[in-house]
């Protein structure tokens, strides 16, 4: 829709032309459109909120028409664990680079950047709310990621070097973060860990892997002195650098809510008890 | 700054496979050749990134000067006009 509306595919021609769109003010529906597919594409790809696909519902939801399911926890928690973690580190960094080759070398303009605002502050809302629910071990990952999608979503969409850079260290982080979870859950596929509560023997059982796994999960919650921690410093003073003064509290709050939910897991792993053995009925 | 850079690294490299063998469960120091090539591995790796790091903030150096000599270009020698 670009191409048909600009007449150019070149990120020179279309940085100027993209740029005197935004300064101008002038309205053209397909530069708009195009410019809010190129947004939905890539946030899609890197399970923003809300640019999530349809899957079947639930039969105990009433209302699933119009209810959007989330796609990255439903495959996340569906796929063998070493695609899942590629499923969660692959895309976001492929992505994250993609569109900011896009931006730096073509045009990063208030509309871009509206949409943008709105997905980092609704993923770092959902991310943080909808991972207390979960009671697998994956989902909450998921859910995490999603979380940590919207914090990564704050350093681009300032549109400032401090941004990208905080991006990039946010990336980083969150890449080596993710490894170490999913590696930790990979490792437990012999005790067949499919819950939260199957956690609860971990400290007992392989306490180094449960002390991997807390620091792990207390990095993505971002407690300092850890690396989750320097990247969301990095990337809510980028914010407020930028003048975002109302992104960098959301993303504080939704930390600290957040560390409920990412705390859960060793709180489990480290202090619950074995799970129940299952008896077979009395004759 | 070679030796502590150095240290470091065969430190990282001794307390990583320490830490992998731990993670298995067998004994801390089980095929020490292991621990030696770790140790080898984290010397290479601190040594290469701590001159990494100089060349970074040579290139950062040059690079913000060349900026600086772009705008003032720019910018001072209209207003000589």
């Given at each position: 829709m670009i191409y048909g509306s600009t007449g150019a595919t070149h990120f020179d021609q279309l940085a100027k032309i993209l740029t005197g769109y935004e300064i101008t003010g002038a309205r053209s529906s397909g530069i708009f459109m195009g410019i809010l597919f190129i947004a939905v594409g890539f946030l899609f790809k890197i399970t923003a909120v809300p640019f999530r696909a349809a899957k079947t519902p639930s039969p105990s939801d009433s209302?699933?028409?119009?209810?959007?399911?989330?796609?990255?926890?439903?495959?996340?928690?569906?796929?063998?664990?070493?695609?899942?973690?590629?499923?969660?580190?692959?895309?976001?960094?492929?992505?994250?680079?993609?569109?900011?080759?896009v931006s730096i070398y073509g045009s990063y303009g208030a509309t871009l950047q509206q949409i943008f605002f709105f997905?980092?502050?609704?993923?770092?809302?959902?991310?943080?709310?909808?991972?207390?629910?979960?009671?697998?071990v994956k989902r909450p990952l998921a859910h995490s990621s999603i979380g940590h999608v919207g914090y990564i979503r704050t350093g681009f969409s300032c549109g400032t070097?401090?941004?990208?850079?905080?991006?990039?260290?946010?990336?980083?982080?969150?890449?080596?973060?993710?490894?170490?979870?999913?590696?930790?859950?990979?490792?437990?596929?012999?005790?067949?860990?499919?819950?939260?509560?199957?956690?609860g023997a971990l400290a007992k059982t392989n306490p180094i892997s449960a002390i991997t796994f807390s620091i792990t999960m207390f990095s993505y919650a971002g407690i300092p002195p850890l690396a989750g921690f320097c990247s969301k410093f990095y990337l809510f003073f980028a914010a407020l650098?930028?003048?975002?003064?109302?992104?960098?509290?959301?993303?504080?709050?939704?930390?600290?809510?957040?560390?409920?939910?990412?705390?859960?897991?060793?709180?489990?792993?480290?202090?619950?008890?074995p799970k129940a053995v299952l008896r077979a009925p009395d004759t | 700054m070679v030796w502590s850079a150095t240290m470091v690294g065969a430190l990282l490299g001794l307390g990583t496979q320490m830490y992998s063998n731990a993670l298995r469960k067998l004994p801390y120091m089980r095929h020490p050749w292991e621990h030696a090539v770790g140790m080898g591995l984290g010397v290479v790796f601190v040594n290469q990134l701590v001159k990494w790091d100089a060349q970074l903030q040579e290139d950062l150096d040059k690079m913000l000067e060349k900026a600086k000599a772009a705008n003032e270009r720019r910018y001072f020698d209209q207003d000589d006009e």
């Amino acid at each position: 829709m670009i191409y048909g509306s600009t007449g150019a595919t070149h990120f020179d021609q279309l940085a100027k032309i993209l740029t005197g769109y935004e300064i101008t003010g002038a309205r053209s529906s397909g530069i708009f459109m195009g410019i809010l597919f190129i947004a939905v594409g890539f946030l899609f790809k890197i399970t923003a909120v809300p640019f999530r696909a349809a899957k079947t519902p639930s039969p105990s939801d009433s209302i699933s028409l119009l209810t959007l399911y989330m796609w990255a926890p439903d495959i996340y928690e569906g796929s063998p664990t070493p695609v899942t973690a590629f499923l969660s580190i692959a895309p976001k960094i492929s992505i994250s680079a993609n569109i900011s080759r896009v931006s730096i070398y073509g045009s990063y303009g208030a509309t871009l950047q509206q949409i943008f605002f709105f997905c980092s502050i609704a993923s770092m809302i959902l991310g943080a709310l909808a991972a207390m629910a979960q009671t697998k071990v994956k989902r909450p990952l998921a859910h995490s990621s999603i979380g940590h999608v919207g914090y990564i979503r704050t350093g681009f969409s300032c549109g400032t070097i401090e941004g990208i850079q905080a991006l990039l260290i946010g990336l980083f982080i969150y890449a080596l973060m993710t490894i170490d979870a999913f590696a930790i859950v990979s490792a437990l596929r012999q005790t067949r860990v499919k819950y939260i509560a199957d956690l609860g023997a971990l400290a007992k059982t392989n306490p180094i892997s449960a002390i991997t796994f807390s620091i792990t999960m207390f990095s993505y919650a971002g407690i300092p002195p850890l690396a989750g921690f320097c990247s969301k410093f990095y990337l809510f003073f980028a914010a407020l650098g930028c003048g975002a003064y109302f992104l960098a509290p959301v993303g504080v709050v939704t930390s600290v809510i957040g560390c409920w939910a990412a705390g859960r897991l060793p709180r489990v792993s480290q202090f619950g008890g074995p799970k129940a053995v299952l008896r077979a009925p009395d004759t | 700054m070679v030796w502590s850079a150095t240290m470091v690294g065969a430190l990282l490299g001794l307390g990583t496979q320490m830490y992998s063998n731990a993670l298995r469960k067998l004994p801390y120091m089980r095929h020490p050749w292991e621990h030696a090539v770790g140790m080898g591995l984290g010397v290479v790796f601190v040594n290469q990134l701590v001159k990494w790091d100089a060349q970074l903030q040579e290139d950062l150096d040059k690079m913000l000067e060349k900026a600086k000599a772009a705008n003032e270009r720019r910018y001072f020698d209209q207003d000589d006009e």
